[in-house]
Nanobody, 126 residues
Framework: EVQLVESGGGLVQAGGSLRLSCAASGFTFDDYAIGWFRQAPGKEREGVSCISSSDGSTYYAGSVKGRFTISSDNAKNTVYLQMNSLKPEDTAVYYC???????????????????WGQGTQVTVSS
């Protein structure tokens, strides 16, 4: 059974940090790209970041570049999203998703991901 389980969300003040984790199981982790998406109330889901498990290449949305860092521990089948300098506009439910192959042609494209987690809430207070 394929599973993606997010953790690490919570409530933080603006300027603070959180680290999200996405633990994967049930598929060959090294063959997949893992992406992070977020959805704020009343807004569409948007791509935040992506990492290709095979070569470690990374992609970021412009709104988070320089503040968020995605990384992967292939031994643990886990991807992390370190979020620093958080802003109230980062408030959203954050989802991780897995897509076969690399990030290059699937970053931010929801339909290109095969498996999704349930999401974790991140709330940034001003």
């Amino acid at each position: 059974e394929v599973q993606l389980v997010e953790s690490g969300g919570g409530l933080v003040q603006a300027g603070g940090s959180l680290r999200l984790s996405c633990a994967a199981s049930g598929f060959t982790f090294d063959d997949y790209a893992i992406g992070w998406f977020r959805q704020a109330p009343g807004k569409e889901r948007e791509g935040v970041s992506c990492i290709s498990s095979s070569d470690g290449s990374t992609y970021y949305a412009g709104s988070v570049k320089g503040r968020f860092t995605i990384s992967s521990d292939n031994a643990k089948n886990t991807v992390y999203l370190q979020m620093n300098s958080l802003k109230p506009e980062d408030t959203a439910v954050y989802y991780c998703a897995a897509g076969f192959g690399g990030c290059r042609y699937r970053f931010g494209v929801q339909d290109e991901y095969d498996y999704w987690g349930q999401g974790t809430q991140v709330t940034v207070s001003s």
